[in-house]
């Protein structure tokens, strides 16, 4: 079974910018759909990103044009470039990923990493 270890969060200034990173272990990440969600205090996590194992990647309209996600199968690496940031941005993000694309849109996983605590705030 692969895991996930997300890093790279921290406190920003609106307008600022922070590139998240997570790293896999396991077998097979190079068949995996990635995808980086975000869950903020009272709210539902929700999916910010996707990445297949092509390279097609899609973005909600929330953070489409600020926020780019990419991976790197050599490293086992998927990464989330977030510029602009805004105060709802705030919010613990989770990386993931499965074989099948439903079950990285649907994000129904048995298990989640610590996730990486992102804060937007002057």
């Known amino acids: 079974q692969v895991q996930f270890v997300e890093s790279g969060g921290g406190l920003v200034q609106p307008g600022g910018s922070l590139r998240l990173s997570c790293v896999a272990s396991?077998?097979?990440?190079?068949?995996?759909?990635m995808g980086w969600y975000r869950q903020a205090p009272g709210k539902q996590r929700e999916l910010v990103a996707h990445?297949?194992?092509?390279?097609?990647?899609n973005y909600p309209d929330s953070v489409k044009g600020r926020f780019t996600i990419s991976r790197d199968n050599a490293k086992k690496s998927v990464y989330l470039q977030m510029n602009s940031l805004k105060p709802e941005d705030t919010a613990v993000y989770y990386c993931?990923?499965?074989?099948?694309?439903?079950?990285?849109?649907?994000?129904?996983?048995?298990?989640w990493g610590q996730g990486t605590q992102v804060t937007v705030s002057s």
């Open positions: 993931n990923g499965a074989m099948y694309f439903a079950a990285v849109v649907s994000g129904d996983f048995g298990s």
């Open positions: 396991g077998s097979f990440f190079s068949y995996y759909v």
């Open positions: 990445i297949t194992s092509g390279g097609s990647t």
